[in-house]
């Protein structure tokens, strides 16, 4: 039983707070707290549900502290938001020590194809069909940021298979 709680919230949990993070990223500029902290309740609940040792589980939190740090320090830059600071502390947490570079590094591409093709689209009008929308017109507004959420997001979903959660629920 606790093979399959692990698995839906490995497998359903965590891909559905990561699209949800994106779309609302997109569609508002704003990522809840709540997101982050089911990102956080769900790891600890798969934790238990997986086996983890506290060990493990220790070293997944330092990681996790160690990106809202950092990300917070960003933030402070202003050159993060912090709904962006929080998620990718949470998919830290997710991935621990052993995959965060890889996290961060695709993260990075994904955030500068997704800041370069939205600068480019800014540099035209927005077609008029466009208009009606709130989301687009605030998405095309100069003033406003880059949803990075959706980079954080795409970036977690590339990477998770690769992660050691991913494998060892081959073998659960």
């Known amino acids: ?4 709680i692990a698995g839906f919230l490995l497998c359903v949990l965590f891909p559905f707070l990561l699209a949800y993070a994106a779309a609302s990223d997109l569609l508002t500029m704003k990522i809840s707290n709540k997101i982050s902290l ?10 238990l ?4 040792t506290i060990e493990a589980m220790s070293w997944h939190a330092a990681a996790g502290a160690f990106t809202l740090a950092v990300a917070f320090g960003l933030f402070a830059l202003n050159w993060v938001g912090g709904g962006d600071a929080k998620l990718a502390a949470g998919i830290a947490l997710w991935f621990g020590f052993a995959n965060l570079a890889d996290f961060l590094f695709v993260a990075s ?3 500068g194809a997704l800041t370069l093709a939205i600068l480019y689209i800014r ?3 927005l077609p008029l069909a466009t208009l009606r929308l709130p989301f687009a017109v605030r998405l095309h507004d ?9 980079a954080l997001a795409s970036a977690a979903l590339f990477v998770a298979p690769e992660t050691m959660i991913w494998k060892n629920l081959l073998l659960i």
């Open 1 to 4: 039983m606790a093979a399959h």
């Open 38 to 47: 089911f990102l956080v309740a769900g790891f600890a609940l798969y934790g």
């Open 49 to 52: 549900a997986s086996g983890m």
């Open 109 to 111: 591409l994904a955030g």
């Open 123 to 125: 540099m035209y009008p």
């Open 142 to 150: 100069s003033r406003t940021g880059i949803p990075y959420g959706i």
